[in-house]
Each structure stands twice: as structure tokens, then as C-alpha cells.
């Protein structure tokens, strides 16, 4: 008895010395160990559903024919709870802040000021008293042409919001979305005060598109996503990337909710039927907007909806505008928009599809005569009291703006039929060659004949080009410095345009016509003012000085080309070749590369532009 007894004292020592005291922690009971009891079973717990516990089996395991176990859980306590869900918060913030960085008031992450929401936080939302007048603006104006939002659904949508204990995320970011298109777009005349200031909602309105994959998809995330759309095509630089990658969710959520099938629409009472429907057709008219901008083929496909078009009604889509005589005129500016959309369909597929580019010359030529004469017949549908040299005296003015902004889409369409805008790869290489050519022969000798002219032969089709360029760039003087949500969503169209004058006066040699040469130089250096300002006012957006630079050398190139032209012709010489060759020795300072630098950086189609210069260099 007595070695049996010193065996067991030799194991229990030798157990207390080598056996490490975690494993012996296991031998403990559940409840020393922190393990609990669910008071639900496991199949309960998994589904999240209420549990009786009836024993030995409660009722939803003999509805499922399960087994009802009872695994025991670890809870944790509730300090370590907190300070896991500080750190989860603390982290997302930085990450958020990372991304956004500082605010324009300068507030940090603790800042409860701050204008950038976190990632999972709710956005703030002012007193629906203090920006109800801004969102009847919103409608009466904005709304009335783009009709994202039905009046009387959101209106009661935001009554039984408010009446609420528990706001809705997706409520509240509608009306943050509102607010920041108002603003941006200067759909009203109310003055702004903080928290109203435009800075502010354009900042929570973009913070939503984090929290928009948690959302139920609805109608209203839907319609959120297109105010973002629209709200990011107004902002410069990185807007319209922004504003693509939305796009693509808009459109998959419109094809899960079945906008695109007029069966599926006709199962709703009418008020919901018709809003399905226009909302169907803002993500059409904003999905070929982009593509034709970005050269990127549409996700919508057109052979893949059997929609309608609306009719319009005075506030949605009818519009009435009166002129400076008093007379009233109404147009329906939404079906206007959707027609000019599908002809943005129509150029990409024509000029711009990998079908198009297998397409013969003269096909291609045949095409674009075609695109201009639907162009022709949908400005035919506008007003004569409406057109472009007449709005000074047309109200309201920000249904006016919208106006502008949907005649220097259709502009941008009759530059980009002949495939002549700004990120056009092929055009801006034989542009740049050309202008190589210029400034590399200095006597007086015309540059005829040229494999590398810039301008769409037959010459009739380059002075349509070069009519609607001198349109586009007088329609520019109507637009205001600080109507930010016109301004950088035309300024592409713009510098195209520009860049059309310029080449008109490059290639003097080979039409042979300056007549109008005095007032397309002054457009040219209006359109170069414009850039200078730009630069100068936003010193860390490196693509509008480069732009700058690029437009001012290839302007001092066409009045060389201009110069040498009149030195060849009778009458009084403008410039001597001493000042000519001085000239061109300058601007040979300049290489082609770098000029074709500042159009590959901008945001709409730089790869091919990146691929010619490796290839150059």
C-alpha cells in the first residue's frame, strides 16, 4: 500500500512539473472555462429563430427532423466586446480617411464636424423643416429633366421617414444625393448655410457609395446610384471613372429588377409603372453617355429591353421655358435626351466597336454622313426661339443650364461621328505628326498632299466639323466659371473643339480657306484663357496645365502654318522667314511625345494614346 501510495506521489509531482498549465485548464468545468449554455439549440441558432426549448426536443427540430443539441459557447465579456468594436471603428475610420483625405474645413477623424462619413456610420441629415424649400427646387428644376426621383412617392417616402424612430440609411442618402445635385447644379437660389453648404452634402453624398452594398436593392437604391452617377459627372478629373464604376452597378440592379422588361413593369399599379420606366431610361441615356465618352461599349444593350419611351408631363420631362419676349414655349427635354442617347448608341457601334474599326474608308465615311443627318434632324426638333444664339434671354436659368449642357452633348456627337475629339488616339497622332511637318519645313512652300492631314477628306465633311466646333466653342461663352456642374462635364467637348479650330489653321495649306481665320484664333486663345485659369486655380491638377501647354504649342504651330501660307500668296506678308524659322527652331523644343503626353493623361481614353508613345519611343 505504501508504494502504491509513493507511485502516486511521484506522478502527481512529475504532472505538476512538465504538464503545461493550459492543457490542464481543459479538465476544468464549462462554466470555470467561460463557456456557456445557448438558450437556444444549434438548429436555432444557425437560422435565427426563436427557440422554446422543449424538451427533449423543442418544436422547430420536429418541424426540420433535427437532432436539438445544445453546444455550449464561449461568451465574451463585455469590456473586450468594446474594445474590439473601438478598434473596428477607429481602423475603418483611418481607412476612410485615407482614401477621402482631409476635409475642406480641415476636421479630422474625431472631428464629429467632419464632412466624410465612415465606413458603416449614418450620415447626418439636417431637420427636414431646414431643406424641405431645397428639395422642392430640386424638383421644380433639376427633377424636371432628369426625373431620377417621383415627386409625390418621395415626398411620402420622406413623411413616414421622418414620423420614424429609426431613419432609413438609404432615406437619408437620397436626400443627402438631392441636396448635393441642388447644389451643384444651382437648381436653386436659396442661399446655403452650414450644414447646408454645398461642401458638405456633395461630401456625405459621395460617403454613401460604401455602405451601398449592405442596402436592400430597390427602386430607391437604384435611384441613389443614378444621382451619384449624375453627381460625379460634374466633378473634374476622377468624376467620370467614378462615375462609370457606379454605372455598372445601376445597370445590374436595373436588370434584377426587371426594368428593362415592359411585362414585368406592367405588374405595378400606374404611378410605380411609370416611374420603373423613366428611371429605366436615365440608366440608358447615363450608360451610352459614359460609353461614348470613355469609347467603351454600353452595358445597356439596346437589343435587350422592350420599354417605351414615356410620355412627359409638365415637371418630368415637359418642360416650360419662357423668352425674353414672354412668350412660353414647352419642350419635352427627356424624350429629347433619350433620342440623342441613342444616337450616342448608334456613333459607338458606327466608329468606335472593334466591328466598326474593320470597316473600309469609304463605309466609314457613308456611316458618318448618316450620324450627321440624324444629328441635323434632332436639332431640327428644338425650337428656333431655343437655339444656342438665343438663350442669353431664355428662363428659368437652370433648366436653361441643361439646355446648354444637352447642345454641347449633341456637338460632342458631330465632332466624335468624324472621330475627331480630344482622346481620340488616331487623331491626335496625325495631328501632332502634322504639326512635326509644319515646324520641320521652313520655307513658304505648302504642305499639300499630305498622308498625315488631320482633316476628314472629302473637305465638305471637314467644314461641317470645323461649323460645329465654332458653334461649341461660342456656346462655351454662355457658361458660367463657377457652374461647376456644367462646366467640367463640357470642358472634354470644349477642348476637342478647340483643338478642331487649331488643326483648321494647321492644315491652311490644304483647303486653302482662312477666311474666318481672326475669329477662330480668338476662340482659340478663349479656350486657352480657360485653361490657364484653370491651372492656375487648381495647381495640384497636373492634366490641366499639361492640356494648357499642349493646345498653346500646337496653336503657335497653326499661326506658323498660317504665316508661311500668306508668305506664299500675293499681297502683304504678315511675318518674315527670319521669324519663321525663329519659330519653328523654338517650338522643335517641344517633341511629339510630350505633346501627346498631356491627351494621354486625361481620364477618358489614355491606353492607346500610352501604347503610341512607347511605340514612338
Not at 275 to 290: H, L
Not at 382 to 408: E, T, W
Not at 446 to 471: H, M, Q, Y
Not at 550 to 575: D, M, T, V, Y
Request: with cysteine.
Amino acid at each position: 500500500m505504501s508504494e502504491d501510495s509513493g507511485l502516486v506521489n511521484r506522478i502527481f509531482v512529475f504532472y505538476r512539473r512538465f504538464v503545461p498549465k493550459m492543457s490542464r485548464t481543459m479538465e476544468k468545468p464549462n462554466t470555470a472555462r467561460g463557456l456557456e449554455k445557448r438558450k437556444a439549440c444549434d438548429l436555432c441558432h444557425i437560422k435565427k429563430i426563436r427557440c422554446d426549448a422543449k424538451k427533449p426536443i423543442c418544436s422547430h427540430c420536429i418541424v426540420y427532423g433535427a437532432q436539438c443539441n445544445y453546444t455550449p459557447h464561449i461568451k465574451k465579456r463585455r469590456k473586450e466586446v468594446q474594445i474590439q468594436t473601438n478598434v473596428v471603428v477607429s481602423s475603418n475610420s483611418e481607412e476612410e480617411l485615407g482614401r477621402s483625405g482631409p476635409t475642406s474645413h480641415g476636421s479630422g477623424p474625431s472631428d464629429p464636424g467632419g464632412t466624410f462619413s465612415t465606413v458603416g456610420l449614418t450620415l447626418s441629415l439636417p431637420p427636414l423643416g431646414d431643406v424641405q424649400h431645397i428639395i422642392q427646387d430640386y424638383f421644380d428644376n433639376l427633377n424636371s429633366i432628369t426625373p431620377i426621383f417621383d415627386r409625390s412617392i418621395f415626398m411620402r417616402m420622406l413623411d413616414e421617414s421622418s414620423n420614424s424612430s429609426q431613419q432609413s440609411p438609404v432615406i437619408k442618402a437620397a436626400v443627402n444625393v438631392i441636396l448635393a445635385l441642388t447644389f451643384q447644379y444651382r437648381a436653386t437660389a436659396h442661399s446655403s448655410v452650414p450644414p447646408l453648404d454645398p461642401a458638405t452634402c456633395i461630401s456625405n453624398a459621395q460617403s454613401s457609395i460604401n455602405d451601398i452594398a449592405t442596402w436592400k436593392q430597390d427602386l430607391l437604391t437604384l435611384q441613389v446610384l443614378l444621382g451619384l452617377v449624375m453627381l460625379h459627372l460634374g466633378i473634374p478629373h476622377s468624376g467620370l471613372v467614378t462615375a462609370g464604376s457606379l454605372m455598372g452597378s445601376a445597370v445590374k440592379l436595373a436588370h434584377r429588377l426587371r426594368l428593362h422588361q415592359s411585362k414585368t413593369n406592367a405588374l405595378f399599379d400606374a404611378q410605380t409603372a411609370l416611374q420603373r420606366v423613366r428611371v429605366f431610361w436615365i440608366v440608358y441615356v447615363f450608360d451610352r453617355s459614359i460609353s461614348l465618352r470613355t469609347c467603351d461599349p454600353p452595358l445597356q444593350q439596346e437589343n435587350d429591353h422592350n420599354v417605351a419611351i414615356p410620355c412627359s408631363v409638365e415637371g418630368s420631362g415637359l418642360v416650360r421655358f419662357t423668352t425674353e419676349y414672354g412668350t412660353e414655349i414647352y419642350l419635352d427635354l427627356f424624350q429629347s435626351w433619350i433620342r440623342l442617347a441613342r444616337i450616342q448608341g448608334i456613333i459607338y457601334e458606327q466608329m468606335y466597336s472593334i466591328h466598326a474599326e474593320t470597316k473600309p474608308a469609304n463605309t466609314k465615311q457613308r456611316k458618318s454622313e448618316e450620324i450627321y443627318r440624324m444629328l441635323r434632324e434632332w436639332l431640327a426638333t428644338i425650337p428656333g426661339d431655343l437655339c444656342p444664339d438665343r438663350l442669353a434671354g431664355v428662363s428659368p436659368k437652370p433648366v436653361v443650364r441643361q439646355l446648354v449642357a444637352l447642345y454641347f452633348t449633341c456637338l460632342s456627337c458631330f465632332l466624335q461621328a468624324h472621330r475627331v475629339c480630344s482622346h481620340d488616339a488616331e487623331w491626335i497622332k496625325r495631328l501632332v505628326d502634322y504639326s512635326q511637318r509644319v515646324i520641320g519645313s521652313t520655307d513658304a512652300e505648302p504642305i499639300s498632299n499630305s498622308e498625315l492631314c488631320p482633316f476628314t477628306k472629302p473637305s465638305s465633311a471637314w467644314v461641317e466639323v470645323v461649323g460645329s466646333a465654332r458653334e461649341c466653342a461660342r456656346l462655351f461663352r454662355t457658361v458660367e466659371w463657377d457652374d461647376s456642374g456644367i462646366i467640367w462635364s463640357v470642358a472634354c467637348t470644349y477642348v476637342s473643339a478647340t483643338l478642331v479650330l487649331i488643326a483648321n489653321t494647321l492644315t491652311v495649306s490644304e483647303h486653302e480657306c482662312d477666311a474666318d481665320a481672326d475669329a477662330d484664333a480668338q476662340l482659340v486663345a478663349e479656350a486657352l484663357a480657360f485653361l490657364a485659369r484653370g491651372s492656375a486655380e487648381a495647381p495640384d491638377w497636373t492634366i490641366v496645365q499639361k492640356l494648357h501647354t499642349a493646345c498653346a504649342e500646337l496653336s503657335c504651330r497653326a499661326r506658323i502654318a498660317r504665316a508661311k501660307f500668306a508668305l506664299g500668296r500675293p499681297g502683304p506678308k504678315p511675318a518674315s522667314v527670319a521669324w519663321l524659322e525663329a519659330e519653328a527652331r523654338r517650338s522643335a523644343g517641344h517633341s511629339a511625345l510630350a505633346l501627346v503626353d498631356a491627351f494621354s493623361m486625361s481620364d477618358e481614353k489614355p491606353l492607346e494614346l500610352r501604347l503610341w508613345r512607347l511605340v514612338k519611343g
